[in-house]
């Protein structure tokens, strides 16, 4: 069983930064690969960017070159820094764990409960 707690949503304007936390509990994320998922009002939820246990991230073409998922496993913790915020990119945001990384919402098995974040132009 495992908690997540996404934490440092806001407002911000367009051009603007922030970064976004995602701490497990409950057990470790040892050999997990993580995601960050968002969905904006009145879209489908689509996948953000993952990161495998390694280090290694992947993004979607919409964020690639604007947001960079990073991790501390001795923390248990990932993070989304997000820069260059466009009014787009304004959605609640979810991280989400499983074992095999990828851009489908179903290899993960655990779900944070999402944090909004709004950028205004």
């Known amino acids: 069983q495992v908690q997540l707690v996404e934490s440092g949503g806001g407002l911000v304007q367009a051009g603007g930064s922030l970064r976004l936390s995602c701490a497990a509990s409950?057990?470790?994320?040892?050999?997990?690969?993580m995601g960050w998922f968002r969905q904006a009002p009145g879209k489908e939820r689509e996948f953000v960017g993952g990161?495998?246990?390694?280090?290694?991230?992947f993004y979607a073409n919409s964020v690639k070159g604007r947001f960079t998922i990073s991790r501390d496993n001795a923390k248990n913790t990932v993070y989304l820094q997000m820069n260059s915020l466009k009014p787009e990119d304004t959605a609640v945001y979810s991280c989400?764990?499983?074992?095999?990384?990828?851009?489908?919402?179903?290899?993960?098995?655990?779900w944070g409960q999402g944090t909004q974040v709004t950028v205004s132009s």
């Open positions: 990161i495998r246990w390694s280090g290694g991230s």
């Open positions: 409950g057990r470790t994320f040892s050999g997990f690969a």
């Open positions: 989400a764990a499983g074992p095999i990384a990828g851009s489908a919402q179903n290899l993960y098995n655990y």
